[in-house]
């Protein structure tokens, strides 16, 4: 019932940008979150935002070089990375859920209710 859209991805050199985008079907979610998971590996916990964006959260694995961001008119939220390296090549996803939760939850796939099918990003070295 509840559709989320990724958008964005694609290929790039590294050292360069892109920004990912999510989609929401709906304006009434409260917490949205990015993740990524490269072949064999699990899936990781990037980012994460409240709707109304007093919360917000980066992994230290992308500190200071991404940033979560959202157009509540668009109900889409956004994912801005930066000096991007061949480590960050992975299937990124957006997560999202109603109500609220701690932080740990907030961290992890558990803590998710909708999911997007993902968006491909490639770092070429």
């Known amino acids: 019932q509840v559709h989320l859209v990724e958008s964005g991805g694609g290929l790039v050199q590294a050292g360069g940008s892109m920004t990912l985008a999510c989609a929401a079907s709906t304006g009434a979610l409260t917490i949205y979150g990015w993740f990524r998971q490269a072949p064999g590996k699990e899936r990781d916990f990037v980012a994460r935002?409240?709707?109304?964006?007093?919360?917000?959260y980066v992994a230290d694995s992308v500190q200071g070089r991404f940033t979560i961001s959202r157009d509540n008119a668009k109900n889409t939220v956004y994912l801005q990375m930066n000096s991007l390296k061949p480590e960050d090549t992975a299937l990124y996803y957006c997560a999202a859920r109603g109500g609220w939760a701690d932080d740990e939850t907030l961290s992890q796939e558990r803590g998710y209710t909708y999911w997007g099918q993902g968006t491909q990003v490639t770092v070429s070295s």
């Open positions: 935002t409240s709707w109304s964006g007093a919360t917000t």
